[in-house]
């Protein structure tokens, strides 16, 4: 019984220092069969939104569907627009992803689907979605699947398998 009362605090712990740093308490390493590092391309140009984006994106994946539009006064991460960060954002659902699975989960959490971030450069693409590896890296329930094409970080799930989550990066991959 004592190892349950330790363990309830540090998971309480991880998930408000995960959202302290800027992420959302998402999953971050890929489920079993992925690469852990972000999947990232050369392309250099970005869509001009995450809901641009994101339609793009559900064109190919018919299972995603927009939850929200970050805002700066609703973007709890608190990233939209500052220095090197998102400058826009948009959250997803996937039909695919069990009720069971999302139940403790709000509309806009990644755990539900996942999230568009568009950023300035590629660089700082990358930097994001290496950043949200590094610190999840090794917390499981936080696991994510993070693909970078150009500018854009997609955002997907660990509910979702790695077949599903695999649609995200074909998808992405024809971002400009």
Known sequence: MRHIRIAAPSAAAAV??????????APSAPAAGSSAAPQSSTTASTPLDAS?????????????????????ENDSNHLLGRP???????????????KSDAAVF??????????????????????????IQAVTKNLPALAEYDYVQGGTVVRVSRFLTPDQAGQYKTAAAKLP
Do not use: M
Request: hydrophobic share 45%; glycine share 8%; with cysteine.
């Open 16 to 25: 408000l220092l995960l959202a302290g740093c800027g992420i959302s308490p």
């Open 52 to 72: 641009a984006a994101l339609k793009a994106i559900a064109a190919t994946v018919a299972t995603a569907r927009l939850t929200g539009v970050v805002t700066a």
């Open 84 to 98: 090197n960060q998102y400058t826009s954002k948009v959250t997803f659902a996937d039909s695919r992803i069990a």
């Open 106 to 131: 709000s509309k806009g959490d990644v755990e539900l689907g996942g999230a568009v971030e568009v950023f300035s450069d590629p660089a700082n693409a990358t930097a994001r979605a290496k950043y």
